[in-house]
């Protein structure tokens, strides 16, 4: 069971470049999330899906998009990387709200030069 | 998500118990308390969580005050392994949006 897969691990971006990272989990979540991790700080939420064809904002949305057509995929898209947009990116699924425990992957490295 | 405060950092030694104390003053009556916990370089991992009743698991229990007003997560025997930083956080029975994560404790286990 691979749980939830990112790729890709490590990325090196130029200023104004773009790109989409991966995020997919085997487990038949409904939820999933997108958060950012900044050195020696705790992870804040980008976006959140309820299920397929659902997206919400989380508390640090800009600059990022993502959508979510199947409910295995929730690919997060950067339109115009800048240096604040350097930091570890974890994606998480969850089965439900509330009390249910998210699963996380093991996060890609970015780094905006 | 209401507010977690937990210490920077802990020391404890190997093969002993740990405790890990959290406070959340303002926890309302559907909040859960969730505790999670961030190995060097990886994900964080969820490790138990509870509502009022002090909960056991494989990996650590949890004790909750009689007021819910603080609670403790209880490592029986630390390995190096157990090395990370631990989050507490209180998440709404019914809250769909992510994990509201603070800063954590840092637990450092000595050999």
């Known amino acids: 069971n691979a749980g939830v897969t990112q790729t890709p691990k490590f990325r090196i971006l130029k200023i104004g470049q773009s790109m989409t990272l991966q995020c997919t989990q085997d487990m038949n979540h409904n939820y999933m999330y997108w958060y950012r991790q900044d050195p020696g700080m705790g992870l804040k939420l980008i976006y959140y899906?309820?299920?397929?064809?659902?997206?919400d904002k989380g508390e640090v949305p800009n600059g990022y998009n993502v959508s979510r057509s199947t409910t295995e995929d929730f690919p997060l898209r950067l339109e115009l990387a800048a240096p604040s947009q350097t930091s570890v990116y974890f994606c998480?699924?969850?089965?439900?709200?509330?009390?249910?425990?998210?699963?996380f992957g093991d996060g890609t490295r970015l780094s905006i030069l | 998500d209401a507010k977690t405060t937990q210490p920077n950092s802990m020391e404890s030694n190997e093969e002993e118990p740990v405790h890990l104390p959290c406070n959340h003053s303002t926890i309302s009556g559907t909040d859960y308390i969730h505790w999670y916990r961030q190995l060097p370089s990886q994900g964080p991992e969820y490790v138990i969580h509870g509502l009022t009743s002090n909960v056991n698991n494989r990996m650590a229990s949890l004790a909750i005050a009689e007021d819910r007003k603080s609670s403790t997560l209880i490592l029986h025997r630390a390995t190096l392994r157990d090395a990370a930083v631990y989050y507490c956080i209180l998440r709404p029975g019914g809250g769909a949006d992510g994990l509201t994560f603070g800063k954590g404790t840092h637990l450092i286990i000595q050999p």
């Open positions: 998480a699924s969850s089965y439900a709200t509330g009390y249910q425990p998210q699963h």
């Open positions: 899906s309820v299920g397929a064809g659902i997206t």
